[in-house]
């Protein structure tokens, strides 16, 4: 047996490593350094630990020997994470739970071997239902049960000492009566049930258990011994009749304990909608889901959790804090052990010698692995929650002392394992009977013999003189080595339920924690998210010309305020970031930057990322200019609009201003007013969609030139209203321009020419041209906008196509079209600048490390070819010509050739929006810009959009040194 003890050695020293780890994490998150002093207690527990090897190996050298591992491992965590919650309990908690290995050790020295059970079953039986019906009488009620007894500044929970004397008298008075219990029964329309008098214990047992529920409202200490004596008597008898009935009789006691006990009402309305009541009743149930929610995979780190948020979370909950703090990964290292444990206590009762140590050790393997599960399930919403201590781990002397009792029981149940003696021992007859008695034996039904009280003289030991009982011979199934081999096989089946169970418990683990971390992190009931934001110090954004739009201040507490120190410059495209009403812009899109991340470049650094000590956020460098979009946001000072400003050769953002805009430093207030008047939230840059007015003509003259369909010199007649399918297309104001040239018409934006023009092209080739541009898409790489509308081609009737081509929506029975965001247009523009090609626009430049080290550098992209370099080079020229010669005149800007096209877009009761589209330098264009005016009044003396993109080409041409 030395191998065995090697083994659990071996076994030992690996989870000392873990543990060892997880207090250090623990340690240093407090902030003291690591030493042998502070880290006195996964030494002193490993020491304690190896004593009892040893003590094993004098005692039980046949025992399993991961049993004593595992539960090294599960001390280790559980000691480790009651110091980190309730540290005025740590000491307690340890003290006790060195007592607890040396009262296992104890039970090992006086325990010799089983065979005690035997003799004072009935006597366990006694104390066991003393112990637990105890508390209805001289109980004391805490946290609305009443399972406790005061004995002057202590309370004990006799419960806990219960289910072990009520384990060993199962056993006892199975392991005699296993045989009469698996054949006796009756056959109802073909289904076996036992007799009546045989379901006596099950309806004694079913009984008790209802009598815990009403008088010490404890739920789960009920179902925990109702299904640890199901188990064992599936077990004993292989009989499924026994669990159906089992089942059925819980079902009732169910049933009727919810319609007439208000407490298993509450808890199973918790359990449905704990949300319901979230500041109440289901209080401790949500904050455990909004610990387990903040864990996801790897979890916050040792220390960092906010699942002190939960009531006694360091006894019933403390797997809560275990999976917020570990993580999936950790909390599933928990479940697994138990599983574990389940397996090789049920390995233990299949090598068990006798019957009497096989029960003994499911029973207390069931008693320890449906616990945890009971109370896992519970705080992870899959069952109702029960109440029980999760084993090992949850603060609490009585569960510990009587958890490590039973790991005693159970190793001496492995000590007398198959292989320690030659000889089976079960409730079979153990010597031959004469072949007279077998010959006279009556025989049942089913083939199977009995002897009487005479016989029994020689029967053995279960044959009391004068009985009336009667025994199976050695040929019935359960007799013998036969009836070990159908033992082991339900113990096999055993096996997989609890496997199961676990894997059903890692199964819904994993669903809060990764598929639904992120919908219940967003609730805004959520306090775990509002108070854990305010302690990162999220990462700097900033211009590309250095200026800082938002950085993070620490308070006097040690919480971070968001701060923008030059007001709200480029709100919108900052966003803002409130505890209250969460985030927008780069504030949400780059989030996870933002936020501060883990680093394991170094072991120190893997250990404070482990232990949740996280770098400081990323700073977010912006394309942006912070000169250009001071002019945009200047030009646009009182008015309702936007303005954008690309690079188009990159597409790299510039500029990007709405109006009007907010106090992204304030957004509380705003939130309490109606600002839907307003709108100032609205990011009318890429949210809002308009009408293009004529700068859609760059669209359908580009469409024109590269099919083949028309050219610039090609004439046109211009009459101010001319009938294009079933009704007239009329140029602005009604202007008659008479006959002109492709070229002309684009300067002067005759609409009846661009009408003629679409539908000469065709609605098909219009759309597939628009949908190069960019209509139909979401343009940003880095961040969203709306999606410019483009009719299908089928959808247009001949004069809906005419107004489309002259960027006017109209039409009935489907969306009207085209309808651009002005970064749209800035797109059009730009991909005309960068001959032919459209480029995504993007408004992050780069990522920098808290040290400035370049982290990440955004590629440009391109949305692709939309039209011919040769082509885009025509288009250029007649938008030249707008600017230096047509209604874009007032875009010029004083030593540099501006190109472009303006627009003025009819948007109903009069009202029109002034547009305008353009690039600069002529040659080389290193500026595309995009303006859009609501709300214009022509001859009011009012700058067109025009005229304020000549203010903005100005200072960006400037500050790039054209």
């Not at 508390?135 to 309370?155: A, H």
């Not at 100032?680 to 030139?705: I, M, N």
């Not at 002067?748 to 541009?773: E, H, K, M």
């Not at 969306?815 to 523009?829: D, K």
């Amino acid at each position: 047996m030395g191998s065995r003890r090697n083994t659990e050695l071996f076994l030992l020293i690996a989870s000392a490593f873990p543990v060892t780890l997880l207090y250090a994490l623990y340690v240093t998150g407090t902030g003291a350094a690591l030493s042998f002093q502070t880290l006195a207690v996964p030494i002193g527990l490993f020491a304690a630990f190896t004593a009892a090897h040893i003590a094993a190996r004098i005692f039980v050298p046949g025992a399993d020997p991961a049993i004593l591992p595992i539960v090294f491992f599960l001390s280790g965590i559980g000691i480790t994470f009651v110091t980190r919650l309730a540290p005025t309990l740590a000491m307690n908690q340890l003290i006790i739970l060195f007592v607890s290995i040396t009262l296992m050790v104890i039970t090992l020295a006086l325990v010799k071997n089983l065979d005690i059970v035997k003799r004072y079953k009935y006597t366990f039986g006694a104390i066991g239902i003393l112990l637990l019906i105890l508390p209805m009488f001289i109980g004391t009620e805490i946290y609305g049960s009443k399972l406790w007894i005061r004995i002057g500044s202590f309370t004990i929970q006799p419960g806990e000492f219960a289910k072990v004397f009520i384990v060993l008298f199962l056993a006892g008075y199975l392991s005699e009566n296993r045989e009469l219990l698996s054949i006796s029964s009756h056959s109802i329309m073909g289904f076996k049930i036992p007799r009546l008098r045989l379901l006596t214990p099950l309806f004694l047992v079913w009984g008790i258990c209802l009598l815990v529920v009403v008088f010490e409202r404890d739920l789960g200490s009920a179902l925990l011994f109702y299904t640890i004596f199901l188990m064992m008597l599936y077990a004993a008898t292989g009989r499924v009749s026994y669990v159906i009935i089992g089942f059925f009789l819980l079902a009732i006691g169910a049933v009727g304990a919810y319609h007439f006990l208000s407490h298993v009402q509450v808890r199973f309305q918790i359990w449905l909608n704990p949300f319901a009541d979230a500041q109440n009743k289901g209080y401790q149930i949500v904050q455990s889901l909004y610990s387990l929610a903040d864990g996801g995979l790897a979890g916050v780190g040792v220390g960092k959790g906010l699942a002190k948020l939960i009531p006694i979370v360091e006894s019933d909950f403390i797997f809560s804090a275990i999976g917020e703090e570990m993580g999936l990964l950790g909390g599933s290292a928990v479940l697994l052990a138990f599983m574990l444990f389940a397996v090789r206590g049920l390995t233990t009762a299949a090598r068990a010698k006798s019957d009497l140590a096989a029960f003994t050790a499911t029973g207390l393997t069931a008693a320890i692995s449906f616990q945890a599960f009971l109370i896992v399930g519970g705080v992870t919403k899959l069952i109702p929650l029960t109440g029980v201590t999760l084993p090992f781990m949850s603060q609490g002397g009585s569960s510990l002392l009587a958890s490590f009792v039973i790991v005693a029981l159970l190793m001496r149940a492995g000590d007398e394992a198959t292989g320690r003696s030659v000889e089976l021992a079960g409730t079979g007859i153990s010597t031959a009977l004469p072949d007279s008695a077998v010959a006279g034996a009556p025989t049942s039904k089913n083939g199977t013999r009995f002897f009487t009280a005479s016989a029994g003289a020689t029967a053995g030991s279960h044959a009391r003189p004068n009985s009336r009982m009667r025994r199976r011979l050695l040929d019935t199934p359960e007799s013998g080595v036969l009836g070990r081999v159908a033992l082991a096989k339900r113990l096999t089946v055993t096996v997989f339920v609890f496997t199961g169970l676990f894997a059903i418990l890692i199964g819904n683990l994993t669903y809060l924690q990764v598929f639904q971390a992120k919908n219940i992190q967003s609730m805004p009931s959520n306090n775990h998210t509002i108070m854990r934001a305010a302690y990162i110090k999220r990462g700097s954004i900033i211009t590309s010309d250095g200026v800082t739009l938002a950085e993070s201040v620490q308070n006097a507490d040690g919480t971070y305020s968001r701060s923008y120190p030059n007001g709200n410059l480029a709100a919108h495209t900052v966003g803002y970031y409130s505890t209250q009403y969460g985030s927008t812009g780069i504030e949400s899109s780059m989030n996870d930057t933002l936020t501060g991340s883990r680093d394991y470049s170094s072991w120190k650094n893997a250990v404070n990322s482990l232990a949740g000590i996280t770098q400081p956020g990323n700073t977010v460098k912006l394309t942006i200019n912070s000169s250009i979009q001071q002019a945009a946001e200047q030009a646009l000072a009182g008015k309702k609009g936007a303005i954008v400003v690309l690079d188009p050769r990159t597409g790299a953002v510039l500029a990007k201003a709405s109006a009007p805009s907010y106090d992204n430093s304030n957004v509380e207030t705003l939130m309490g007013t109606n600002d839907e008047s307003q709108g100032s939230l609205v990011d009318r840059s890429t949210q809002s969609l308009y009408t293009p007015g004529s700068t859609f003509k760059v669209v359908t003259l580009a469409a024109a030139l590269d099919s083949g369909k028309a050219t610039l010199d090609q004439s046109f007649e211009s009459p101010s209203s001319m009938k294009i399918g079933d009704a007239d297309v009329t140029n602005r104001l009604n202007a008659n321009y008479g006959t002109v040239s492709l070229e002309r018409a684009f300067a002067l934006s005759s609409n009846v020419v661009f009408g003629q023009l679409a539908t000469d092209i065709g609605a098909d080739t219009l759309t597939q041209y628009a949908r190069a541009f960019g209509y139909g898409q979401s343009l940003g790489q880095d961040f969203g906008t709306a999606e410019s509308i483009i009719p299908d081609a089928g959808a247009m009737t001949e004069w809906e196509l005419a107004w489309a081509g002259a960027g006017q929506p109209v039409g009935q029975g489907h969306t009207p079209g085209p309808q651009t965001t002005v970064m749209q247009n800035a797109v059009i523009a730009a991909a005309i600048a960068n001959n032919g090609i459209a480029m995504k626009p993007y408004v992050v430049a780069q990522t920098l490390s808290p040290e400035g080290t370049v982290v990440k550098t955004t590629q440009s992209r391109s949305l692709g070819q939309a039209i011919s370099s040769d082509t885009a080079a025509k288009v250029k020229e007649a938008m030249l010509e707008v600017v230096e010669d047509g209604t874009g005149q007032v875009a010029q800007v004083s030593g540099v050739k501006v190109a472009g096209k303006t627009g003025t877009a009819e948007i109903g009761s009069g009202n029109i929006n002034s547009v305008f589209i353009g690039f600069a330098p002529y040659d080389t264009p290193t500026v595309a810009i995009s303006v859009m005016l609501e709300d214009y009044t022509e001859d009011s003396g009012e700058a067109s959009a025009a005229e304020l993109a000549s203010q903005v080409l100005k200072v960006a041409l400037a500050v790039q040194g054209a």
